[in-house]
């Protein structure tokens, strides 16, 4: 991979390289870069977990992490994304982690020729927090392939539930949606399955968080109501199967897509999740900046002959 936009252009063998990595991480084995490397985090949105995760991973790999404050920016002054971007490559970037309001925003940057990592395009696509909910899939169930998967809520303006569904179907797994009729998404060809019937027959139920910023007005339902029809609360986890996992991409609006109890119970793997997004990040880092240093010694080598 030169970059991770979409896992729409990560192939299954990528995944698994990725993840297997990871997990190799995870345990401690693990170096960092020999040679000194700069990444610039640029977020135009709000973030805690996925900013906080790749700043984490740039540490413990030795990368120095340069934070991009937009409010003290020239995007003040109407400066371009792509222009943004170039600064930062012609001042010595080796890579860009970028989170931006606007869907598929990285198609204006194909001229920047330093390694970008999508950290959330709009209600777009999530790659990374892909990768990291499929790394504690196949930790917990040994596997992606075959299993049962219903993903909950606010689907249409979910950019974890798109990048999910197709990541998962391209492994083998069977995807689902479920949550209110105004939140689908018809243009997605998955299934939509009722919550209660999902809960009985799936190896992963993960809840999505009511994006009311992204709605044109608030939920038609009270925080109560809601998590009768379409949350999760301890009855539903009651009926989940044995070896089920529960999961969030965070952040959660405890009470409404799932209740407090059910955020640190039994079935609970959100804290885990997020822990295991550290690992992930720092196996995309690797390969994105390695992959990259070894490009440009081949293309060295090969303008030596």
Not at 31 to 41: A, E, L, Q, R, Y
Not at 110 to 133: F, V, Y
Not at 187 to 203: G, N, R, S, W
Request: with cysteine.
């Amino acid at each position: 991979m030169k970059n991770l936009l979409s896992m729409e252009d990560v192939s299954p063998r990528e995944i698994y390289e990725i993840i297997s990595r990871a997990q190799e991480i995870k345990k401690g084995n693990y170096n960092k870069f020999s040679s000194d490397k700069t990444i610039v985090n640029l977020f135009f949105e709000t973030s805690t977990r996925t900013k906080s995760s790749f700043e984490m991973a740039e540490y413990k790999l030795g990368i120095h992490a340069i934070p991009f404050e937009v409010s003290q920016s020239a995007v003040q002054k109407g400066e371009s994304l792509y222009d943004t971007c170039k600064t930062l490559e012609a001042i010595g970037a080796d890579a860009l982690v970028i989170r931006h309001p606007d869907v598929k925003y990285y198609e204006q940057l194909k001229n920047i020729k330093i390694p970008i990592i999508n950290g959330g395009d709009g209600s777009g696509s999530h790659p990374s927090q892909s990768l990291l909910d499929m790394m504690t899939m196949y930790e917990h169930h040994g596997r992606i392939h075959d299993l049962k998967v219903v993903i909950v809520g606010d689907i249409i303006h979910s950019r974890v539930a798109k990048s999910n569904a197709t990541a998962l179907e391209k492994m083998g797994a069977k995807v689902y949606f479920s949550g209110p009729p105004e939140y689908q998404d018809k243009t997605l060809d998955v299934p939509y399955m009722e919550l209660d019937d999902a809960i009985e027959v799936c190896d992963v139920v993960m809840m999505l968080r009511v994006q009311n910023e992204r709605h044109d007005r608030r939920m038609s339902m009270t925080n109560e109501e809601y998590n009768e029809k379409y949350g999760i609360n301890e009855a539903r986890v009651a009926r989940m199967k044995d070896d089920a996992i529960l999961m969030h991409p965070a952040p959660m609006n405890r009470g409404v897509e799932i209740t407090d109890a059910c955020v640190e119970g039994d079935k609970s793997v959100i804290f885990e999740q997020m822990a295991n997004g550290v690992f992930v990040r720092m196996s995309i880092l690797e390969q994105l900046i390695q992959g990259d240093e070894d490009r440009a010694l081949e293309k060295s080598k090969v303008m030596a002959r």
